[in-house]
């Protein structure tokens, strides 16, 4: 029998006015947007920490250091790129991807199957293999009171 590891990724970033909005690859239209020093894609960075964290590859940060500036306003995608040819250079190949996004708005359903298009493309795998979940913070908190966006991702990678 193969081996099956599971990895958990947790990512937050502030919301700031007239700023651009990234979120699973897809640009949002809203009047605020994450803040970071990549496009700020708190999905992504998620699900690249998941799948990192499966293959025990320490963080995004370490392998992207948001003092370099080759990362600045880089596109998640290609960050979620490069960690799965890291985790390929292993021998892993990604089983599946669970994700949760806490998001007070805009409500982000509409764009769950561009994002999954966006993320299969980017690591290689099904659409199947993908899932993108969202809830608001019933207005609690910092979420509530939309100051930040956080999100979730489990993954399993298995190899032979
Ligand atoms: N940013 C969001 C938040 C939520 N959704 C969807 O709405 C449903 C209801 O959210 P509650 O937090 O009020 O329970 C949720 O289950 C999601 O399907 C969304 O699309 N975008
Ligand atoms: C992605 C990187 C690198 O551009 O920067 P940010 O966009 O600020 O994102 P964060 O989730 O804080 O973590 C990793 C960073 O080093």
């Not at 699973?24 to 998620?46: C, F, I, N, P, Q």
């Not at 600045?72 to 669970?98: C, M, P, R, W, Y």
Request: with cysteine; hydrophobic share 45%.
């Amino acid at each position: 029998m193969g081996k099956i590891k599971v990895g958990f990724g947790f990512d937050v970033h502030q919301l700031k006015e007239n700023h651009p909005f990234v979120l699973g690859g897809v640009k949002l239209e809203h009047h605020a947007g994450a803040y970071g020093h990549s496009d700020a894609d708190v999905l992504l960075h998620a699900i690249c920490d998941a799948l990192l964290g499966a293959a025990n590859l320490r963080d995004i940060g370490f392998h992207f250091s948001n003092k370099d500036d080759r990362w600045k306003g880089i596109s998640s995608l290609v960050l979620l790129q490069h960690v799965v040819a890291l985790i390929k250079e292993k021998g892993f190949t990604i089983g599946n991807i669970d994700a949760m996004v806490c998001l007070e708005a805009p409500k982000i359903n509409p764009h769950i199957p561009a994002m999954k298009t966006y993320i299969a493309e980017a690591a290689a795998i099904s659409e199947e293999d993908i899932s993108i979940k969202a809830t608001t913070n019933e207005q609690m908190g910092f979420i509530g009171r939309e100051e930040g966006v956080v999100a979730y991702a489990v993954c399993l990678i298995e190899k032979e």
